[in-house]
């Protein structure tokens, strides 16, 4: 009984790896607002089987981000330890948190919702990716790279209103408008 106890287990953690996983591409591909059938359908599972594991769209999406709000953490961990300079540190974060942002179709009008459950998703990105980005102007501030009047707070949603891609507006647009905001933020301009 132990045995299929975890075999059973094992399949419900693959199954929930593999809606992640379908879910984060099919979100790239159309947007938070896919339909649910083409995730389950990438995922090789039944609708079912989404609704078990997410109860709702919104448990999806914070899920599925989750993972990548921790991967950005992550990388100003990663960036305060290399040996570089803290201003570059910072646009190699910057430049890896407009990747995730241009990539997520979506996540902007998700993020600005009414929906109480997408809360978590909002507070999650302020609680993690905040002191995060602050860590890494503070490095900046420190070494005499980095105005001390920029916020991570500020910084963040100016970067997070540049990567707002629309007709005419697209990626490239964006990482070039995100680097002058950069060069903006430099004690030496």
């Given at each position: 009984?132990?045995?299929?106890?975890?075999?059973?287990?094992?399949?419900?953690?693959r199954?929930?790896?593999?809606?992640?996983?379908?879910?984060?591409?099919?979100?790239?591909?159309?947007?938070?607002?896919?339909p649910i059938?083409?995730?389950?359908g990438?995922?090789g599972?039944?609708?079912?089987?989404?609704?078990?594991?997410?109860?709702?769209?919104a448990?999806?999406?914070?899920?599925?981000?989750?993972?990548?709000?921790?991967e950005?953490?992550?990388?100003?961990?990663?960036?305060?330890q290399?040996?570089?300079?803290?201003?570059?540190a910072?646009?190699?974060?910057?430049?890896?948190?407009?990747?995730?942002?241009?990539?997520?179709?979506?996540?902007?009008?998700?993020?600005?919702?009414?929906?109480?459950?997408?809360?978590?998703?909002?507070?999650?990105?302020?609680?993690?990716?905040?002191?995060?980005?602050?860590?890494?102007?503070?490095?900046g501030?420190?070494?005499?790279?980095i105005?001390?009047?920029?916020?991570?707070?500020?910084?963040?949603?100016?970067?997070?209103?540049?990567?707002i891609?629309?007709?005419?507006?697209?990626?490239?647009?964006a990482?070039?408008?995100?680097?002058?905001?950069?060069?903006?933020?430099?004690?030496?301009?």
């Open positions: 009984m132990t045995e299929s106890l975890g075999a059973r287990q094992a399949g419900v953690r199954n929930r790896e593999a809606l992640l996983a379908a879910a984060a591409a099919v979100f790239v591909e159309q947007g938070v607002q896919a059938r083409d995730i389950a990438r995922a599972v039944g609708l079912g089987t989404v609704y078990r594991h997410f109860p709702s769209r448990d999806l999406v914070t899920a599925v981000y989750r993972h990548q709000i921790e950005c953490v992550a990388l100003a961990a990663t960036l305060r290399e040996p570089i300079a803290p201003g570059e910072l646009t190699r974060w910057i430049d890896a948190f407009v990747e995730f942002l241009v990539t997520k179709h979506g996540l902007g009008v998700a993020l600005q919702s009414e929906d109480p459950s997408l809360l978590t998703l909002h507070t999650l990105m302020l609680d993690e990716l905040v002191p995060a980005c602050a860590s890494l102007i503070d490095a501030v420190a070494a005499g790279e105005d001390p009047e920029v916020t991570a707070y500020t910084l963040m949603r100016a970067v997070g209103n540049l990567c891609l629309g007709p005419g507006y697209e990626r490239a647009h990482q070039d408008m995100v680097a002058r905001l950069l060069l903006g933020c430099r004690a030496d301009r």
